[in-house]
Antibody
């Protein structure tokens, strides 16, 4: 059974960089047809996709955050990480890591789901 | 970005009731739509993929339908354990986007 676990500081000061790591257990981060994503959720609000990485190192980011986001992967540790720079109070949220499972159907169309999620970690931006 | 609009934003229903949630995309997304359930303090859980396919292990009272811009999620007989917020998610285009959620409560 695949499990994902977020770790990192729960409190970050404004203008600093938020850094989180997601450790994957129960399977290799390098195997299979998967992207590895970060998603966040401000208190009482909806879900926002931040970005994803493939184990080759290829990344995609949400344009709304692209200038501040870096996602990286360490296959030797079975981990991937998120860095979000120049944070403000608006970045306060629960941050989830998630596995994006993808495949191509019989017609060659790309299909995906977020099939495994971490439990989430609350990051508060405050001085 | 593709905007996903869910309605209603919340609803209250009795145990055994049929519950329907709609999700409208701002452009045609074919059937590139998933539904998730999120219970308080928990991560979302996949229920329906590709608009109408039930994820393995998910009770058959959950179902989804639709294509293009208009989608429906249904709980055929609401159970107490279904209390949660439900989200639709499109993946036709990056960035993947979610609806704002529908909170389901027991009357």
């Amino acid at each position: 059974q695949v499990q994902l676990q977020e770790s990192g500081p729960g409190l970050v000061k404004p203008s600093q960089t938020l850094s989180l790591t997601c450790t994957v257990s129960g399977g290799s981060i390098s195997s299979g047809s998967y992207y590895w994503s970060w998603i966040r959720q401000p208190a009482g609000k909806g879900l926002e996709w931040i970005g994803r990485i493939y184990t080759s190192g290829s990344t995609n980011y949400n344009p709304s955050l692209k200038s501040r986001v870096t996602i990286s992967v360490d296959t030797s540790k079975n981990q991937f990480s998120l860095k979000l720079s120049s944070v403000t109070a608006a970045d306060t949220a629960v941050y989830y890591c998630a596995r994006e499972k993808y495949y191509y159907d019989s017609s060659g169309y790309y299909k995906m789901t977020f099939d495994y999620w971490g439990q989430g970690t609350l990051v508060t931006v405050s001085s | 970005d593709i905007q996903m609009t869910q309605s209603p934003s919340s609803l209250s229903a009795s145990v055994g009731d049929r519950v329907t949630i709609t999700c409208q995309a701002s452009q045609d997304i074919s059937n590139y739509l998933n539904w998730y359930q999120q219970k308080p303090g928990k991560a979302p859980k996949l229920l329906i993929y590709d608009a109408s396919n039930l994820e393995t292990g998910v009770p058959s009272r959950f179902s989804g339908s639709g294509s293009g811009t208009d989608f429906t999620f249904t709980i055929s007989s609401l159970q107490p354990e279904d209390i949660a917020t439900y989200y639709c998610q499109q993946y036709d285009n990056l960035p993947q986007t979610f609806g704002q959620g529908t909170k389901v409560e027991i009357k």
